[in-house]
């Protein structure tokens, strides 16, 4: 059974940083690309940013260039998201979801995660 979990979520201040944890199983983790998405508070689920089976990045939001990087472990069967700068209006729930390919819709994801909440406050 396909599983994603994701970690590393929590409370920082602005400016500060946290790294989120996306630990993949029961698929072909090395074929398929794993997207982050987050959601804030009465607002629709949004992608942030992707990284394909072969290790490209994708970024869906300019807001986040420069500060977010993806990575990718294959030993690991893990992918993570590094958050720096971080600000007040990235604060929201962040899902992984896995898929063929990078893309923006949130259908062409097959499995997700149940989140992680990050809180970016002073």
């Known amino acids: 059974q396909a599983q994603l979990v994701e970690s590393g979520g929590g409370l920082v201040q602005p400016g500060g940083s946290l790294r989120l944890s996306c630990a993949a199983s029961g698929f072909a983790f090395d074929y398929f690309a794993i997207g982050w998405f987050r959601q804030a508070p009465g607002k629709e689920r949004e992608g942030v940013l992707c990284?394909?089976?072969?290790?490209?990045?994708?970024y869906f939001q300019d807001s986040v260039t420069g500060r977010f990087t993806i990575s990718r472990d294959s030993a690991e069967n893990t992918v993570y998201l590094q958050m720096n700068s971080l600000k007040p209006e990235d604060t929201g729930v962040y899902y992984c979801a896995a898929s063929g390919w990078c893309g923006l819709g949130t259908g062409m994801y097959d499995w997700w995660g149940q989140g992680t909440q990050v809180t970016v406050s002073s």
């Open positions: 990284i394909s089976a072969n290790g490209d990045s994708r």
